[in-house]
Structures are given as structure tokens and as C-alpha cells.
């Protein structure tokens, strides 16, 4: 009963192979213009591809070889869009009531009633969407969304218009309704910590292409490919030969400008092979930082500069062995402090081999630590 | 005061608004959601009537009515009586020059709506006409009230074409606006004087209630 979308479009440029688990949360993630808000509208409804097709369990929405295209009304959808537009013209009662014109008119009040104190705006029934904060303007917009009762609810970007306080407790509202209704979630993002949050299912898509799918910590802990790791926040992203396996101590041996580095074994790929790799800026830390004298994957930088963000110190490294690129470290105010990292020192840091992501070279062929100047 | 004149330009405004205001609010908002090429012939077709000299007009109109036109004898043929010179011609007519007046206005407002709003209730599961009839059209509304408004007050003030096709024929096409002309013309300032100034008057009126009206719609003002 899963919702399955398979499309390709020209314009906007779409080609894309989704499959949405039933009665989960799954957020669709990507940059502006990656075509998540086009996704969104072709589940809706709102325009046709000009190819695929899209299913929910066993129900056809769309397909272009049948000639198949249900209008909005007849795919169980809710939508909340990124700016909510409720009709200004209507109390926010009346605008739950506006999505309920197929029942008789005596049943519509009580099920809005209903929705709107699911969605906690119980008391907020007869006031103008210009008298609602926005916080209430998207718990309104939530309410008209689950007031048919549809299987699936398409959210664009719902806490892009609210204060940080404010979304904090919607998050937590969505999780308490989605645990209530149990229908399936898309959730269109290009927000991770929210992603992160809030699903337990993610896409990631740029220009139009899936890059990545699955269960959220398995893609944010597991990028497959040094796209999806930058997509996925990752600055250190380089290129490496893989020197060998020791299946006993189950590592990965890499050679990295002749640097010995043991990653996680990765038996996808032979002695001798060129392999992309991707470490977070977390886990790359002063060599002895941990309270113990680590021996492997120790690499000697220089510190090219250090920026202070809040307790963090963001580090930019050249490592010796290949000092055109550049390695990132994020560290604590504290640590920065007794390991004395300042600008031009040598510095050695070692790089956490658990943290450390082995995957097929890009096609780029290029090592990014250079792109992320 | 001529009353008959009076009354017979309030009758053509009434039924110029009761026929134009539903054909306005559907092309209106055909052509305010509907894309397709040569909409800029189709709009500048709408709004000829503003540009042109309502003699143009009146005289196309006139030949276009005549007993020696397709369109006249066929209603002559059915009604016995000719469509120029008639007060069904001068409907006709009004229906015309007065379209940019009530497409305009509509078109405008409707186009003014967030499409947000509009794809909202269309996710919300409205028809097109319930999207219409509900959403649409309140917050559209003063601009179908503006609409309204200019076509009354231009029918009742509307002089070339009236004189050309419908003449100056009392109780049939004489309206108010010729009956200024004709009483001025024989040095009766007193009729014209009056007559002018009650057009003046309901025409002020009508406008700045309108205006007033329009700014009540709730929700209309906040819009993004």
C-alpha cells in the first residue's frame, strides 16, 4: 500500500523513481529548484508528467499509457502548501468546511470542529486567517488538510514561515497527529535537522533526480555517493585507492596521498580500486584529543583558519600529504583551546575510522576538500 | 424631466447587467487562468470598444442589425419587428461597447488572487465551479462590483452608439443621454440642466458606494 511515483518530465526537468512507505513519515529533501515542490504538485495532482505513472496501493492516480488522471478530488489527499493559503475570505471554521462540501451540510461544522481540535485551534473556529499568528495559520491549514480523512498528506515546506519556538512545537504536533491518523507522510524539506527529526523515510533528490532513498539514519550515517554526501551536509569529500581488506579486524584499508587510513570494511570493492570517501567535520579531531594516543588514521595538517561558531570552532586543514585540499574539523571551544589549534600551527589530527564512508568515485573525478573553499 | 427617458435608460442598464455580468465573469475568468496562444488577440478584441469611435462602432453595429444583414432578417423573420431602432438592438448594442467595462474589472481582481489559494481549493476537493462560486468570486468581488458599476453608469451615459443604432426614437430608444443633447439643442437648459445633473448624481453615487462596498469584503485587504 505503499505510494509509488515514477515520473519523467522536461520541464521542470523531472526523472525520478519514489516509493513512499504506507503510514510513514517520509521527508523529500533536496536544494531549491531540485524539483521536491514538483513532486509534491504531480501527487496532487495539480499537473500531469508527461510520462509514468503514480499509485497508492492498488488505486491508479496517474498513468500517461492508460490515459489515467484523477483530479485532486478523487486522490485521498491532504495538503498543507508552504504558505498555507487559507481563504482569506473565510473564518478558519469555514475554511476547514471548505474541504468538506461533500458531505451535507448539517455534517460539515461538527467534523471541522473536529479537525480543528485535532490540529489544537479548537477555539480559534470564527476567527479571519489576517487574525491567526502563523503558527495557528498552519495548524488551521493542517486542520483543513486532515479534515477529509485522506490517506495521504503532502506538506511543502510546512515550518518554512514560523519562528524557531514556534516550529518546535509543531514538530512535535505533527509527530502526536501523525501517530494519531496513521496516514502516509510526504514531507517536502530542505531542511536535515528537520528531515532528521521528523521521518523515518528519506528522499534525496537534485535536478530532478532521486540521489538517494531510504531510512533516514541509514542515509544520513550512509551516503552512497559523493553527491549525496554533499547534499547531506558533508564538506569532507575525497578520493582514495583502496590498499586492502583485513576481513579479521573488518577494515577497509585505504591509501590516501600516502596516508594509511582504515575505514569500515567494504568488500563492494577490490585492492587497487580508486574509492570516493566521506568523514563529518565531527569526527576529524586533534590526534590525541580522545584522552588516549590513537596510532591509526593520524594525518599531519597545517590550520589555515578557524572561525568561531557559538561553542564551535569551524577548522579548515591542509593536510601535509596533500595541502591543496582542505579538511574540515568542527571542535568544541574547549578542546580548540588545550590542543592550542590557531591559525598557520601544525596540528595533528586523527580521523574516527568508524565515521569514515567509503563509496564508488564520482564521476567528477575530482577531489571536493578543493570545491569547499 | 423626461421621465420615459429616464426609466428607459435605467431599463437598458438593467438588462445590459443582467445579461453581461454572467458572460463577463465567465470570460473573465477564462481569460485571467487559461493559457493559450493569440490571448493577447483575443483580450484586444475585448477591448476595441474603449478605442474605438463609438461611431464606428454604432455604424458597424447598425449595418450589422439592418434588414439587408444575415443577422436582421433572421430577426425579423422570428420577431416581426427590426433589430435596429428597436430596444432590443440598443441591448444588443450595450451588450457590446460595454464589454471591456465588466471583463476587465473581473479579469483583473480574479487574476489578482493568489494561485495558492486557488490550487488550495482545488486540493480541497471544489469543482471548478464550487472553486468559483466560493472562492473565486468573494475575493473577487470588487471587482465584479466595480464591473457592474462602470457598465451602468456608461449605459446610461453611452451616446454615440445609442444614437446610431437605436436613433432617437421616444419611449422606444430615446434614453436620457440623448434627451440632454436633444433639449440643449432647442435652448431648454432647464431639462438639460436638470437631467444632467441627476445623471451626474446617481452615476457619483453608484461609484463611490461601490468604493466603499468594496473595501468591506473581508479578508480582500489583508490579501498577499
Not at chain 2, 487559461?34 to 474605438?52: D, I, T
Not at chain 2, 481549493?121 to 469543482?127: D, F, K, L, N, Q
Amino acid at each position: 500500500m505503499s505510494l509509488r511515483v515514477e515520473v519523467r518530465h522536461e520541464r521542470p526537468p523531472l526523472d525520478l523513481r519514489l516509493e513512499l512507505p504506507e503510514g510513514a513519515i517520509t521527508s523529500v529533501v533536496g536544494p531549491s529548484g531540485s524539483g521536491k515542490t514538483s513532486t509534491l504538485r504531480l501527487v496532487a495532482g495539480l499537473w500531469a508528467p508527461s510520462e509514468g505513472s503514480i499509485t497508492f496501493g492498488g488505486t491508479t492516480w496517474f498513468a500517461s499509457r492508460a490515459r489515467i488522471n484523477l483530479p485532486p478530488r478523487d486522490r485521498s489527499i491532504g495538503v498543507v502548501p508552504q504558505r498555507y493559503a487559507l481563504f482569506p475570505h473565510l473564518t478558519a471554521r469555514q475554511n476547514v468546511e471548505a474541504a468538506l462540501l461533500h458531505l451535507p451540510g448539517a455534517q460539515r461544522t461538527p467534523r471541522a470542529e473536529a479537525a480543528l481540535a485535532r490540529a489544537h485551534v479548537a477555539g480559534l473556529g470564527a476567527r479571519y486567517p489576517h487574525e491567526l499568528s502563523g503558527g495557528q495559520q498552519q495548524r488551521v491549514a493542517v486542520a483543513r488538510a486532515i479534515a477529509r480523512e485522506p490517506r495521504v498528506l503532502l506538506l511543502d515546506e510546512p515550518f518554512s514561515s514560523v519562528d524557531r519556538s514556534t516550529r518546535k512545537h509543531l514538530y512535535a504536533e505533527l509527530k502526536r497527529l501523525h501517530a494519531e491518523l496513521g496516514c502516509t507522510v510526504m514531507l517536502v524539506t530542505h531542511d536535515l535537522d528537520e528531515a532528521a527529526l521528523l521521518s523515518s523515510h528519506l528522499c534525496l533528490i537534485r535536478r530532478g533526480r532521486l540521489v538517494q532513498a531510504g531510512a533516514t539514519q541509514d542515509v544520513l550515517a550512509r551516503p552512497e555517493s559523493a553527491e549525496a554526501a554533499r547534499l547531506l551536509d558533508y564538506v569532507n569529500v575525497f578520493r582514495a585507492s583502496l590498499a586492502s581488506h583485513d576481513t579479521d579486524r573488518h577494515l577497509s584499508r585505504l591509501d590516501w596521498h600516502g596516508v594509511p587510513l582504515a575505514a569500515p570494511l567494504d568488500d563492494r570493492f577490490r585492492a587497487g580500486q580508486r574509492v570516493d570517501w566521506v568523514i563529518s567535520h565531527a569526527e576529524v579531531l586533534p590526534a590525541d584529543a580522545g584522552g588516549h594516543l590513537a596510532t591509526d588514521n593520524i594525518v599531519r595538517t597545517t590550520v589555515r583558519d578557524v572561525v568561531t561558531l557559538g561553542d564551535d570552532l569551524h577548522v579548515r586543514l591542509a593536510p601535509d600529504p596533500a595541502p591543496a585540499l582542505t579538511l574540515h574539523m568542527k571542535v568544541s571551544r574547549h578542546v580548540a583551546f588545550h590542543r592550542h589549534v590557531s591559525a598557520a600551527s601544525p596540528l595533528l589530527v586523527r580521523l574516527t575510522p568508524s565515521a569514515i564512508v567509503t563509496m564508488a568515485p564520482s564521476d567528477d573525478g575530482d577531489e571536493s576538500g578543493r570545491g569547499h573553499e | 424631466m423626461e421621465w420615459d427617458a429616464i426609466r428607459l435608460s435605467l431599463a437598458l442598464a438593467g438588462w445590459t447587467l443582467a445579461f453581461l455580468l454572467p458572460a463577463g465573469i465567465v470570460l473573465a475568468r477564462w481569460l485571467a487562468t487559461a493559457r493559450f496562444a493569440g490571448r493577447h488577440w483575443v483580450e484586444g478584441l475585448l477591448a476595441l470598444p474603449l478605442v474605438l469611435p463609438p461611431t464606428v462602432l454604432g455604424y458597424y453595429l447598425l449595418v450589422a442589425m439592418g434588414g439587408s444583414s444575415s443577422l436582421g432578417r433572421w430577426f425579423q423573420a422570428a420577431t416581426g419587428t427590426t433589430l435596429a431602432f428597436s430596444f432590443m438592438g440598443l441591448v444588443a448594442a450595450s451588450l457590446l461597447f460595454n464589454l471591456p467595462f465588466a471583463v476587465q474589472p473581473i479579469q483583473r481582481a480574479i487574476e489578482a488572487i493568489d494561485p495558492d489559494v486557488r490550487e488550495a481549493a482545488v486540493c480541497c476537493g471544489m469543482t471548478p465551479w464550487q472553486t468559483l462560486l466560493r472562492i473565486e468570486l468573494p475575493l473577487a468581488w470588487p471587482g465584479v462590483l466595480s464591473a457592474a458599476v462602470l457598465t451602468f453608469a456608461h449605459t446610461l451615459g453611452e451616446f454615440g452608439v445609442v444614437l446610431m443604432v437605436g436613433g432617437n426614437i421616444p419611449g422606444e430608444t430615446r434614453t436620457v443621454a440623448l434627451a440632454i443633447y436633444d433639449r440643449a439643442q432647442s435652448f431648454d437648459t432647464g431639462a438639460a440642466g436638470s437631467m444632467s445633473l441627476m445623471l451626474l448624481a446617481v452615476s457619483f453615487l453608484t461609484i463611490a458606494v461601490s468604493y466603499g462596498l468594496g473595501n468591506r469584503v473581508p479578508g480582500t485587504r489583508r490579501r498577499r
